[in-house]
Antibody, heavy 121, light 109 residues
Framework: EVKVVESGGGLVQPGGSLRLSCAAS????????MSWVRQAPGKGLDWVSL???????GYADSVKGRFTISRDDSENTVYLQMNSLRVEDTAMYYC???????????????WGQGTLVTVSS | EVVLTQSPATLSLSPGERATLSCRAS???????LAWYQQRPGQAPRLLIY???IRATGIPDRFSASGSGTDFSLTISRLEPEDFAVYYC??????????FGQGTKVEVK
């Protein structure tokens, strides 16, 4: 059974930092596209970042230069380092794996339950 | 950057009725990379459709989808109580961002 489990959310002040973790089981994070998707309270889905099987990374414009995605293959874990946090970054952050590593398998297959990030003074 | 526009924003229907949701892309996209997701209240989203028309594992056959180029649609043939939810389309192209549409809420009339 495939599982992705997020952790690391919490309350942080504007300008602060947090690191989210996404531990995967039942799949290898270096053989799938791994993404972070967020959802502000009462709002729609907002794609944040991805890392592919080659280690190439992509970011939404709203987080570029502030957030960094990475992975630790030995721990089978993906991270999202979030710096210079803003009130508008407040959201539930979901870690999601693709169906596979092929481009045709990019669709977001396995979703975690999310970790809540609140940015507030 | 591809922008996806979903319509309508809200669809008010009764159980047993047919629902048709639209997703329009700002430029022509490959149907290979068009996906649909369902999000029930209080739950994480789940994959419904990928490749524009392929049902994901475990998705009932009352869900169907089609489309190409800039126009895509999701149809629920007969609404069951558990189908009242928000539906999102997404294009996962070669270049990020992989933006979602703004969602269509299917609510009980």
């Amino acid at each position: 059974e495939v599982k992705v489990v997020e952790s690391g959310g919490g309350l942080v002040q504007p300008g602060g930092s947090l690191r989210l973790s996404c531990a995967a089981s039942g799949l290898s994070v270096n053989r799938h596209y791994m993404s972070w998707v967020r959802q502000a309270p009462g709002k729609g889905l907002d794609w944040v970042s991805l890392i592919n099987i080659y280690g190439q990374k992509g970011y939404a414009d709203s987080v570029k230069g502030r957030f960094t995605i990475s992975r630790d293959d030995s721990e089978n874990t993906v991270y999202l380092q979030m710096n210079s946090l803003r009130v508008e970054d407040t959201a539930m952050y979901y870690c999601v794996s693709s169906s596979g590593g092929d481009p045709r398998e990019r669709h977001l297959q396995h979703w975690g339950q999310g970790t809540l990030v609140t940015v507030s003074s | 950057e591809v922008v996806l526009t979903q319509s309508p924003a809200t669809l008010s229907l009764s159980p047993g009725e047919r629902a048709t949701l639209s997703c329009r892309a700002s430029q022509s996209v490959s149907s290979t990379y068009l996906a649909w997701y369902q999000q029930r209240p209080g739950q994480a989203p789940r994959l419904l459709i990928y490749g524009a028309s392929i049902r994901a594992t475990g998705i009932p056959d009352r869900f169907s989808a089609s489309g190409s180029g800039t126009d895509f649609s999701l149809t629920i043939s007969r609404l069951e109580p558990e189908d009242f939810a928000v539906y999102y389309c997404q294009h996962l192209g070669d270049l990020p961002p992989w933006a979602f549409g703004q969602g269509t809420k299917v609510e009980v009339k």
